[in-house]
Structures are given as structure tokens and as C-alpha cells.
């Protein structure tokens, strides 16, 4: 890939997270369909039944009830080939139902790491790791 493609591929990547970060649920949306190929593969296990980009729609949903100010804050971004890696910080306040936790009005902030594979200067393909330990030490759900 050339560095005009991977320029490309990370400010799509942004572009995206600066969406999740309105709390517009229409943009969100929207903007998952405008990045994400419909079909694609997600490599991270999620609690939903969806795939491809439906399930990114009802994650990110489940999210800003959960985290209703949640934002993004990318930390790095590097693009080798048709990969982007990219590092990012996650804040938000508590104030909705979240993996059975009721909500406890508690702030947090999480690291998460995200590899993700283009084509055609669209999302194909995820793999994740998101500090969930952190997350729910930071809600009070374990020690």
C-alpha cells in the first residue's frame, strides 16, 4: 500500500471515532456503514448475535447507554501493509445498565488496542483487546 492509502486508512479510522465520540446515535450509525464493510469479520468475541456491521451497531448502542459522554481518544496509529494498529484510550461515566451492572455514576478510563484490516479504504476485518479487568475495577463489579 502506498503512504497516500495508509494517510487514508487512518483518518477513516479516525473519522469513526471521532463519530462514536458525539454520542450521536444517527451518526454513529451512519458513519458504521460509511467505514465498515457490511460483512465484516469481527475477531473479537462480543456479546451480541449480530455480525459484520450490525453487530458493531448494537456494540457501540450497548456503549453510549452504558456511557452516554464514552469517548475515543486515539493514542497511535500505525499502518504497515493493509493493517492499521491502533491504541486508544476509552473514557465515560457509568449512567446505564453495562454488563449487569446497574449503573454507578463511576468514571472510567481504558486502554484498548485495535488491529484492522482495509480494503478498498473500508473496515474488512477486526481483532481487539480491550482491558476489561481495568473496566470493571474501575466500576466496582471486582476487587
Same mark, same amino acid.
Given at each position: 500500500?502506498?503512504?497516500? /492509502? ?9 473519522? $469513526?471515532?471521532? #463519530? !462514536?465520540? +458525539? %454520542? ?7 458513519? *458504521?456503514?460509511?467505514? $465498515? ?6 475477531? +473479537? &468475541? =462480543? &456479546?451480541? /448475535? ?9 456494540? $457501540?448502542?450497548? =456503549?453510549?447507554?452504558? @456511557? &452516554? ?23 465515560? +461515566?457509568?449512567? %446505564?445498565?453495562?454488563?449487569? =451492572?446497574? &449503573?454507578?455514576?463511576?468514571?472510567? #478510563?481504558?486502554?484498548?488496542? @485495535?488491529?484492522?484490516? @482495509?480494503?478498498?479504504?473500508? *473496515?474488512? /476485518?477486526?481483532? %481487539?483487546?480491550?482491558? !476489561? ?11
Amino acid at each position: 500500500m502506498s503512504t497516500a /492509502e495508509h494517510a487514508r486508512n487512518k483518518a477513516t479510522f479516525r473519522h $469513526f471515532c471521532d #463519530a !462514536v465520540s +458525539t %454520542g450521536d446515535a444517527e451518526l454513529i450509525s451512519k458513519t *458504521i456503514d460509511e467505514v $465498515f464493510e457490511p460483512d465484516v469479520l469481527i475477531r +473479537t &468475541p =462480543l &456479546p451480541v /448475535e449480530a455480525t459484520g456491521a450490525q453487530a458493531m451497531k448494537e456494540v $457501540f448502542g450497548r =456503549l453510549r447507554r452504558a @456511557f &452516554p459522554d464514552l469517548h475515543v481518544a486515539v493514542e497511535d496509529l500505525v499502518a504497515e501493509g493493509d493493517r492499521l494498529v491502533s491504541r486508544n484510550v476509552v473514557t465515560g +461515566t457509568h449512567q %446505564g445498565e453495562y454488563m449487569g =451492572l446497574s &449503573p454507578t455514576g463511576r468514571s472510567v #478510563a481504558y486502554d484498548e488496542i @485495535f488491529i484492522l484490516r @482495509f480494503v478498498n479504504g473500508r *473496515i474488512a /476485518e477486526t481483532w %481487539g483487546v480491550v482491558d !476489561v479487568l481495568s473496566q470493571m475495577r474501575q466500576l466496582g463489579a471486582i476487587l
